[in-house]
């Protein structure tokens, strides 16, 4: 990999005269395949595509950044051109080589034949990482951010209790009771940074491998790996995780996401409930649940947390990740009262990961009534673009199968066996950044591996939304030949 800051001028006359380019820092990076100049070519759209160089700026004269990369003179001259016959940078006598001001490219087919390869560009960002960044409730933040600095006491803005602010625990142990059937005590509540932080708390805290669902999050399975804690994949079939694989006695906790199965979609089937809590009470063991994004059911009212059936034998775990932005980084844990201590030891002396000033206004937002107000505009707007997923590939593709419930800012499309990596492909070519089932398969699975698309619906805007659904219309597969 060639890699280089870009910042100097060329040579001393030009050094005399005002440049633009000279106060440009430029991170450029010729790494991947490809001769140097396309490596070149492909890092400087990159840095246009994602505004690092704005319309308008003017670039490193060809020998300075030939100098500054390493790379023959030529190399950037011909990519320097190149870009220009794309429309991606403008070349004017004396004023240099500019990024050009409208930065689509003019000729996108050339483009496509000079790189030899597709382009990459990210159109439709489908993964089912986050909610519509658009629709974080900015104005009733800001007023709950007022409200809550103005009532604040002096020593609010001291070293943080590792606990959390008790404005926020006690607005959560009323919220959680009412919406999502916790039954809890705000003394019982750990505010962490979201579920990936509760995860770590709790690692330090467990014993013995934990049982997992065979599908899940690798990232969440790392985490625990990280701390020493083997995982143990169980089946995970249309009534959600079979309880009854728990392979052996060591096996003392079992991470579910009961409310909505984290990718496959479906919720933990009532008797499977009641199963995992006489396993944890026969057993001595622990539930830890993910309720991630259980405030999102579309067809009925959202299921109950499995914490309201036994609080001394789950660790229930939410997050604001799905619910309002997974930047705020703001989550609880509501622990079984012999656990507090322990996790609160695990977490250290004082506040280190949330801020008290998001603390104050996430309680504030809970108890004046917006946070309700909030997830029920966004139901309807999830909701909205389910259906009109579900609705598009009934009409244009009916021999794909959306598996799971309504629900959650996500759905898995059942694809034929063997054609997850083509379609992965075309949906690139497409322009669409979505991921497949595989990677969430935990590697020691038994189950027969699955071929899918998971689909997350909450991240493109509203006015976006259908062309992603076209463009994830022409990356599926086409029809089995007898379907036809
Ligand atoms: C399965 C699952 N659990 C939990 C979370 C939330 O994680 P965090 O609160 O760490 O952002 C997510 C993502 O939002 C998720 O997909």
Redesign the pocket.
């Known amino acids: 990999m060639v890699e280089a800051w870009v910042n100097s001028p060329e040579s001393p006359r030009e050094r005399s005269r005002p440049d633009p380019a000279a106060g440009t820092d430029l991170h450029l990076e010729l790494s991947g395949e490809g001769s140097l100049r396309s490596r070149l070519m492909d890092a400087l759209r990159e840095a246009i595509r994602s505004g690092r160089l704005a319309p308008g700026t003017r670039l490193p004269p060809y020998r300075s950044l030939a100098r500054d990369l390493g790379v023959a003179r030529n190399t950037v001259a011909d990519a320097y051109a190149e870009l220009v016959e794309e429309g991606w940078l403008t070349a004017r006598q004396g004023s240099g080589t500019q990024v050009a001001r409208r930065t689509t490219p003019l000729r996108p087919d050339h483009a496509r034949r000079s790189q030899g390869m597709p382009r990459r560009r990210i159109e439709h960002d489908l993964m089912?990482?986050?909610p519509d960044a658009a629709a974080f409730p900015r104005a009733a933040w800001l007023t709950s951010a007022r409200r809550a600095l103005a009532a604040a006491p002096n020593d609010a803005f001291g070293v943080g209790d590792p606990r959390g602010r008790a404005e926020l625990r006690g607005a959560l142990a009323e919220y959680l009771a009412r919406a999502r059937g916790v039954r809890t005590e705000p003394d019982r509540i750990v505010i962490c940074?979201?579920?990936?932080?509760?995860?770590r708390l709790l690692g330090g805290v467990l014993e013995g491998p934990v049982a997992v669902e065979s599908y899940?999050?690798d990232f969440?399975r790392g985490i625990l790996d990280g701390m020493g804690l083997r995982t143990v994949p169980l089946t995970v079939d249309p009534h959600g995780a079979r309880i009854d694989e728990v392979p052996d006695a060591r096996v003392k906790t079992v991470l579910l996401?009961p409310a909505h199965q984290?990718?496959t979609g479906g919720p933990l089937h009532p008797e499977r409930r009641t199963a995992v809590i006489d396993w944890v009470r026969s057993s001595g063991g622990l539930l830890v649940e993910?309720d991630?994004?259980g405030e999102f059911r579309y067809d009925r009212q959202p299921v109950g947390a499995v914490q309201g059936l036994d609080p001394d034998r789950v660790v229930y775990?939410g997050?604001?990740?799905?619910s309002l932005s997974?930047a705020l980084?703001l989550?609880w844990m509501v622990l079984p009262g012999r656990l507090v201590d322990d996790v609160l030891a695990a977490k250290g002396p004082r506040e280190m990961w949330s801020g008290v000033v998001d603390q104050l206004t996430l309680a504030d937002f809970i108890a004046r009534g917006a946070y309700d107000q909030h997830l029920r505009r966004m139901r309807q707007r999830y909701r909205r673009r389910r259906d009109l997923l579900v609705d598009t590939l009934a009409e244009r593709a009916p021999h794909i199968r959306v598996s799971g419930i309504a629900a959650g800012l996500h759905a898995v499309l059942e694809l034929p066996e063997g054609t997850e990596d083509a379609a992965l492909r075309a949906a690139r070519r497409q322009g669409l950044a979505l991921d497949g089932l595989r990677p969430y398969r935990h590697p020691d699975s038994t189950m027969p591996p699955r071929d899918g698309l998971v689909i997350g619906y909450g991240t493109p805007p509203e006015h976006a939304f259908a062309a992603a659904m076209d463009a994830l219309c022409l990356a599926l597969p086409d029809p089995p030949q007898d379907d036809r």
């Open positions: 089912p990482s986050s940074s979201g579920f990936a932080h509760g995860l899940g999050l969440h996401t984290f990718p993910d991630y994004d775990i997050s604001t990740s799905k997974p980084r989550g």
